[in-house]
């Protein structure tokens, strides 16, 4: 069984453009969730989709959004990028019911320069 | 508000016993579960408690006491590999919101 897909996996960008990152999640999950960590932090949620709605959204600004396909696939967008936007960008997937156990992809490392 | 608080580092040589403390105070409580990120790696999930008492898994088990709300790790016969960062995690369920992470417990097992 495949585990959860992300990419890319490393991305360089320069303040204010924007950048979209992709996740595959397991099959059969229906639940994709984002995060952001950054040293120190701990992982911070970003948003949940469960069947193409957002579910749930954690305290991040506007420029920060996200979207899920039919196929459960989901993609984060972060517009006007700032530099303080450099992190470890993980999505997890779940069933979406009972027991909430997350299963995490590698990763997106996004460089702000 | 939320607030999971679990210690930012620990140490410990081979072959000893570590416990990981996490106390938690959320609205909305369904379970406690705990996370393994090595550096550079995806978190993994490895324990899952929803009701009182002490969970099982190999040379990892967790507990939790929902009257204190707290709950441990306790990793036994460490190993080198052992040496990871280590999220404990509340789940408030589908309607009140995703995990809710602590900021992680960096563990070091020294030989």
């Known amino acids: 069984k495949a585990g959860v897909t992300q990419t890319p996996r490393y991305l360089i960008k320069t303040r204010g453009q924007q950048v979209t990152l992709s996740c595959s999640p397991i099959?059969?999950?229906?639940?994709v969730s984002w995060y952001q960590q950054t040293p120190g932090q701990g992982l911070q949620f970003l948003f949940e989709?469960?069947?193409?709605?957002?579910?749930n959204k954690g305290n991040f600004p506007g420029r920060f959004s996200g979207r899920q396909f039919s196929n459960s696939r989901s993609e984060m967008n972060v517009s006007t990028l700032e530099l303080g936007d450099s992190a470890l960008y993980l999505c997890?997937?779940?069933f979406g019911e009972g027991k909430n156990i997350q299963y995490f992809g590698a990763g997106t490392r996004l460089s702000v320069l | 508000g939320q607030s999971l608080e679990q210690p930012s580092e620990v140490t410990a040589v081979e072959g000893a016993i570590v416990q990981i403390n996490c106390t938690y105070q959320?609205?909305?409580?369904?379970?406690l579960s705990w996370y393994q990120q090595h550096d550079g790696g995806a978190p993994t999930f490895l324990s899952y408690?929803?009701?009182?008492g002490l969970e099982e898994t190999g040379r990892f088990s967790s507990f939790l006491s929902r009257s204190d709300s707290y709950g441990y790790l306790l990793l036994q016969e460490l190993q080198m590999k052992d040496s990871a960062s280590y999220f404990c995690a509340v789940d408030r369920g589908s309607t009140l919101g995703r995990l809710y992470f602590g900021r992680g417990t960096q563990l070091t097992v020294w030989p």
């Open positions: 959320t609205s909305g409580f369904y379970g």
């Open positions: 989709y469960f069947s193409e709605t957002q579910r």
């Open positions: 099959s059969g999950h229906r639940s």
């Open positions: 408690n929803a009701l009182d």
């Open positions: 997890a997937s779940s």
